[in-house]
Nanobody
């Protein structure tokens, strides 16, 4: 029923790594797309984590820049989020999202408003200290 399906979440200790995956065939097979990762903790607002468009342009939240890497493997129809040096504050439900177009600035995709985005059901990441 869903167009996007995340996997790869889990529980890790601070300093550990995880790689999240998002099956996204209906988007990676298109000429144009914009995809990203978002997260939300129970007591916090949704936060845009990383975004990438079909030209390979990327944008990251300041809180994860240098630690997380977003990428797409078109051959595998998969969006990835490599997360290194995880911190307890990274604990959240992580969602992938996608659209058929990107805003003028890819960073704007981290703060979507008015777009019709597809969302995955999410995968939980828990980082303990």
């Amino acid at each position: 029923q869903v167009q996007l399906v995340e996997s790869g979440g889990g529980s890790v200790q601070a300093g550990g790594s995880l790689r999240l995956s998002c099956e996204a065939y209906l988007y990676t097979s298109r000429k144009h797309y914009c995809m990203g990762w978002f997260r939300q903790a129970p007591r916090k607002e949704r936060e845009g984590v990383a975004a990438i468009d079909s030209d390979g342009r990327t944008s990251y939240a300041a809180s994860v820049k240098g630690r997380f890497t977003i990428s797409v493997d078109r051959a595998k129809n998969t969006l990835y989020l490599q997360m290194n040096n995880l911190k307890p504050d990274d604990t959240a439900m992580y969602y992938c999202a996608a659209d058929t177009i990107c805003p003028v600035m890819i960073s704007t995709f981290l703060h979507p408003s008015g777009e019709s985005l597809d969302w995955g059901p999410g995968t939980q990441v828990a980082v303990s200290s």
